[in-house]
C-alpha cells in the first residue's frame, strides 16, 4: 500500500504522541527528564527491514515485543541496539554502565521499559478504534530484527511501520536511538481508521 | 449484588482455580480494586490469608499501589489496555512478601487485563515472580566484577611503576657504568705517562706497582661492564622466539676461545625451544665458558644435555675440571662472589649472578653437584612457553 505525505504525516504524529506519553510516564515513574521523538517514520516491506535494519547496527538486538490482535493484527516492537540499552538503563537506574552482556536483572528492566513505550503508542493507536485489541504477554527476545518480526507476524506481505526513536536524558548527557517496528498484517484498516477520524473531524 | 458475586466467582473458579498450584503470586482485582482472588502462594509469602483479604480493597492493605505512577498504569489495564511490566529494578516490591530477616522480597509483577465474555466485566490479573535470589546472584556478581576491576587498576598501576623503576635503573647502571668508567680511562691514561716520564729512572719495584695498578684498573673497568650486562639481564623487555639448541651451541663453541685438546659434546638432535635468544645464549656461554676458563687440564670434556620434562626443559652443563668446593655452592651466584684466587683469571664475580637473573626469568632453577677433583655439573630448568 502506497501512503500519502499526509497519511506519513499523521502516522508519524501518532507515533511522536504515544512515545511523549511513554516518556511522560517514565519521567513520572522515576522523577527523571527523559524525551524521546520521532523525527519520520517509514513505510516499509519485510525484505526492506532487513536492508534498513542491518544498516542501523549489530545483527542481535534486545527487542521488547507486544502482539495484538483484534480489528488490526500485528506486532509492536521496541529494539534496543547495545550501547543504547546500557546507556539508557544506567541513566534511568542511576547505576554505573554494567557489562555488555545483559544480566536478568537488566532484560527486566528493559523489559519494563519497552512495556511503557509501546503501551503508550499502542494507546496512541487503538484511539482510533472504536473496537478493544486482545493482547498476548509481552516478550522479551535477542534476535536480528527482521527475523523477530517474520516470526511474530508470521506473514511475509505484511506492512511495517520502521520508526527510528530518538531519547535524550536532560543533565545527562545521555542519548540515544531505539527503534520501534510496528508490523500489521495490512495497513489499510489503519489507514482507512485514521482518515475516517480525520474526516470526522472536518465534518464537526 | 449477590448474583454478581455468585456469577464473578463462578468466573473465576471455572478459569482460575489452577492458580492455587502454580509457584508465583496471583491475584485478581476487579475494577473497584476489591479483591477476587488471592491465590495460595501470595498467602505464604504476604501472610495475608484469602479469607481476610477477599472482596477488600487491595489498597487497604497495601496502599503503595494509591501512587499515581501505579495507579495510572493498572488503570489502563481496566480499560483493557495491554499487559503492564513493573520489573524488580525500578519497583523492588508491589506486594511486600517479608523474608524473615528484616527485608522484603524482590518481584517482577505483571497485569494482564482478563474480561469475563459473558458480562464483559474487566479485571486486572496481577502475576508476581519472586526474583530475590537471581537479584541477589546479579548484585553479588557484579560487587566481585567490580572488586577485580579495581584490582586490574591497581595491579596495571603497580606493573607502571615497576617498569618505570625498572627503566629508571636501567638509566641508572648506564650512566654509573658510562662516568665511572671514564675517570678508570684517565688513570690508565696516567700509568702510561708515569711510565714514559720515569723512562731509565723506574726501578722494577715502581714498574710492578703501575703493572698491578693497570691490573687492578682493568679488573675494575670489567666489573663495571658487567654491572651494566648485569642490569639489562634483569630488564624484562624480552622478545620470546624459536630457537633452534643445536645451531646456538655450534654458534656458541665456535664464539668462545677452546684449547684444541678441549672436547664439547653435545647431541646433533636438540630441541627448538622458545626462549629469549640472547638471554638463552648469555647464560650457556657464561657456563660453558666458566667450565673452559676455570679448568686445570689442557684437554678438558664438557657434555652438554637437554632433557624435556612436561612442563620444562633441563640443561645440564658437566665438566671434569677442578670442581667447587661445596663452601662455595651458594656464594657463586652472588654478585661480585668469587672464589679466592679468581680475580686472577679475569673472573669479576657477576656472570654467575646473570646467570641465575635470566634463569629466574625463564622461571626456572640452577643448581650445582661438585666436589673438589671431580668435576662440576650446573643444571638449571627453563620453563615451556
Not at chain 1, 495490512?186 to 489507514?191: H, R
Not at chain 2, 530477616?101 to 466485566?121: C, E, L, R, V
Not at chain 2, 664464539?255 to 636438540?270: G, R, T
Not at chain 2, 645440564?316 to 656464594?331: L, Q, R, S, V
Amino acid at each position: 500500500m502506497i501512503l500519502t505525505e499526509d497519511q506519513i504525516d499523521a502516522l508519524g504524529e501518532i507515533f511522536n504522541i504515544g512515545v511523549g506519553k511513554g516518556a511522560d510516564t517514565l519521567n513520572q515513574m522515576l522523577d527523571c527528564q527523559i524525551k524521546i521523538r520521532v523525527p519520520q517514520i517509514e513505510v516499509l516491506t519485510l525484505k526492506e527491514l532487513k536492508e534498513q535494519a542491518e544498516k542501523f547496527g549489530p545483527k542481535n538486538v534486545s527487542t521488547v515485543n507486544q502482539k495484538f490482535d483484534g480489528s488490526i493484527s500485528g506486532n509492536t516492537m521496541l529494539a534496543f541496539p547495545p550501547q543504547s540499552a546500557q546507556n539508557l538503563v544506567a541513566a534511568l537506574t542511576g547505576e554505573e554502565q554494567g557489562s555488555p552482556e545483559l544480566d536478568s536483572v537488566t532484560v527486566d528492566t528493559l523489559s519494563e521499559v519497552g512495556n511503557i513505550i509501546i503501551n503508550s503508542v499502542m494507546g496512541s493507536i487503538t484511539n482510533f478504534f472504536k473496537q478493544r485489541l486482545d493482547y498476548s504477554v509481552p516478550n522479551y527476545a535477542e534476535d536480528a530484527i527482521h527475523s523477530l518480526v517474520a516470526s511474530h507476524v508470521g506473514d511475509t506481505n505484511c506492512s511495517i511501520i520502521f520508526a527510528k526513536a530518538h531519547f535524550s536524558v536532560e543533565n545527562l548527557e545521555v542519548q540515544g536511538e531505539v527503534i520501534l517496528v510496528f508490523s500489521v498484517g495490512s495497513l489499510e484498516v489503519l489507514i482507512g481508521a485514521i482518515d475516517a477520524f480525520g474526516d470526522s473531524l472536518g465534518e464537526s | 449484588m449477590g448474583l454478581r458475586k455468585k456469577s464473578e466467582e463462578e468466573f473465576i473458579s471455572q478459569n482460575f482455580s489452577f492458580l492455587d498450584l502454580v509457584p508465583v503470586g496471583v491475584f485478581i482485582l476487579r475494577k473497584d480494586y476489591s479483591v477476587l482472588f488471592w491465590n495460595s502462594c501470595l498467602e505464604r509469602w504476604t501472610g495475608v490469608l484469602r479469607e481476610n483479604i477477599l472482596h477488600q480493597s487491595v489498597l487497604d492493605n497495601f496502599p503503595i499501589l494509591k501512587q499515581a505512577k501505579y495507579a495510572s498504569r493498572i488503570d489502563s489495564i481496566f480499560k483493557g489496555g495491554p499487559p503492564v511490566i513493573f520489573s524488580s529494578k525500578f519497583h523492588e516490591y508491589l506486594i511486600p512478601c517479608p523474608l524473615g530477616d528484616g527485608t522484603f522480597q524482590t518481584q517482577q509483577t505483571m497485569i494482564t487485563s482478563i474480561t469475563d465474555k459473558d458480562t464483559n466485566d474487566i479485571y486486572a490479573l496481577f502475576t508476581l515472580q519472586d526474583l530475590t535470589d537471581a537479584s541477589k546472584q546479579i548484585s553479588k556478581f557484579k560487587t566481585i566484577k567490580k572488586e577485580l576491576a579495581n584490582k586490574e587498576v591497581e595491579l596495571n598501576g603497580m606493573l607502571n611503576e615497576v617498569n618505570r623503576v625498572n627503566k629508571e635503573l636501567e638509566q641508572f647502571a648506564y650512566v654509573v657504568s658510562h662516568d665511572l668508567r671514564a675517570p678508570l680511562r684517565g688513570i690508565t691514561h696516567l700509568a702510561e705517562w708515569i711510565k714514559e716520564d720515569l723512562g731509565d729512572v723506574m726501578n722494577e719495584s715502581v714498574e710492578e706497582h703501575l703493572v698491578s695498578l693497570q691490573e687492578r684498573v682493568s679488573r675494575m673497568d670489567k666489573m663495571i661492564e658487567g654491572i651494566f650486562t648485569y642490569s639489562k639481564a634483569i630488564s624484562k623487555n624480552s622478545e620470546m622466539k624459536k630457537v633452534d639448541l643445536k645451531l646456538l651451541l655450534d654458534e656458541i663453541v665456535d664464539e668462545l676461545v677452546v684449547p684444541s685438546q678441549f672436547i664439547i659434546e653435545y647431541s646433533e638432535k636438540l630441541p627448538i625451544i622458545t626462549s629469549h635468544r640472547t638471554k638463552l645464549k648469555q647464560v650457556l656461554s657464561n657456563l660453558i665458558g666458566n667450565s673452559v676458563k676455570h679448568h686445570d687440564k689442557k684437554n678438558g670434556h664438557i657434555i652438554i644435555s637437554v632433557q624435556e620434562n612436561e612442563e620444562d626443559f633441563e640443561f645440564e652443563i658437566k665438566d671434569d675440571g677442578p670442581g667447587i668446593a661445596p663452601m662455595f655452592h651458594e656464594k657463586i651466584f652472588q654478585l661480585f662472589n668469587t672464589m679466592g684466587d679468581e680475580p686472577k683469571k679475569g673472573s669479576t664475580g657477576i656472570g654467575l649472578a646473570i646467570v641465575k637473573k635470566i634463569i629466574t626469568e625463564f622461571d626456572g632453577v640452577i643448581s650445582l653437584d661438585s666436589e673438589i677433583g671431580k668435576g662440576v655439573s650446573f643444571k638449571f630448568t627453563h620453563r615451556k612457553y
